[in-house]
């Protein structure tokens, strides 16, 4: 397996490959400046491009059982813009890309520390993280465009070490696509040849409120706990692999899943919108508790089948946002339309793959999405019965009507 992580200078790739056992470590930038005899960072950009082909010739030629890389995505250039260095052969080279998303304190403090990164001295945190914001849409546009994962790591020693292991043993909590294309298959077999499937989020769609943080309270995990995990919309698989493992030490997990699931406040609205379209098949898919929404989907008799994995212990995977993505992306190479359904960050690139999409807010808005579909080109469409509107958002009537 060829691994890259990703990161910014100083962000700590080195440290954490030095603590990987049974990997062999390929420094990229100590090949390039071995073949360019210490001059490459000098050398005109055509001929680093050159050399960067090269030395993905060489790690493809590797015949080790584990490779890792450590690598760079882009650096700032003027006027605010960005010089990307990653190439195709990069994309195509490696089986996972890895993206260590350390604090960006921590990085300012190293570049200060660091006189080979001396130009970088008067960067501020809002520079650092739009660097970071940066690479890492751009690595998950080129993961999503070869059915690969992104997974983004944070500086939790342990628990990325552990996961890094997962990783190397082909655990399914880090294979996105095979675990979407399975799911979309199940799928397939379920919905009797029915043409259109609805992937609707369950947590704030279905519900309008959110399930999960109920089960939050009722076991007595601090709000903080999710918060940190998550934070600056990081949606990997590793991040909901580190909340699996929060959420299967919680004594009364089965009983508090329960109770959590008589908290539910439905979305009757759009369940009888969505409910009038014809021909359709309804799959609720949560990066939450699928014990809680399982419950629920048997109680109210909707939607036809739920799709999660919360608990490390029970659950066969978890349900990332490129894994969302891959479902939608899979149910249509089977030739399905489909509709999708959410509200937050998280369900983004679901909805991206879809063939119709629509977003909802009936408790808030989520200022992060609000702000990606403010600023970048989709289709994506609310209904007018939302109690909260999208900004900038073309409202239909109803979404069976805008469908059929």
Known sequence: MKVAIYGLPRSGKDHLISQLKDVRHIQGSQWLNERSNGDFPDLPEHEKAILRKEFIGFVNDQNDEHIVVDGHYAFPDKDGEYRVVFTKEDGDCYDKIIYLDAP????????????????????????????????????????????????????????????????????????????????????????????????????????????TYEFISLAGIKPSVPKDTFGDNRY?????????????????????????????????????????????????????????????RQSCGFPDMIVGGSNINTDRWVISDMLKGYVAKSLKKHGKRVVAVGDSMGDRIMLEMADHSYVTAQEKISTSLQAYLRDNHHSIKQPDYNIFKFQGVKVVRSIHEDID
């Open 104 to 211: 960006s304190s921590a990085i300012i403090q190293r570049m200060l520390d660091s006189d080979k990164n001396a130009k970088y001295r008067s960067l501020e945190p809002k520079d650092i993280d739009a660097w970071k914001n940066y690479e890492i849409e751009g690595l998950r546009k080129e993961c999503l465009s070869r059915n690969k994962d992104l997974i983004i790591l944070d500086s939790d020693t342990p628990s990325l070490l552990e996961y890094f292991r997962l990783i190397l043993s082909g655990s399914s909590v880090s294979l996105s696509f095979k675990v979407a294309e399975e799911i979309a298959q199940d799928i397939v077999q379920r919905s009797a040849g029915k043409g259109t499937i609805c992937l609707l989020d369950c947590d704030r769609t279905i519900s309008s409120n959110d399930v």
């Open 236 to 296: 990997s698989s590793y991040q909901f692999w580190k909340m699996a493992i929060r959420y299967s030490e919680v004594g009364e997990y089965d009983n508090f899943c329960q109770m959590a699931a008589g908290r539910a406040a439905l979305n009757t609205a759009l369940i009888d919108d969505v409910k009038g379209m014809s021909g359709c098949y309804f799959v609720g898919i949560t990066s939450g508790l699928r014990k809680s929404w399982e419950s629920i």
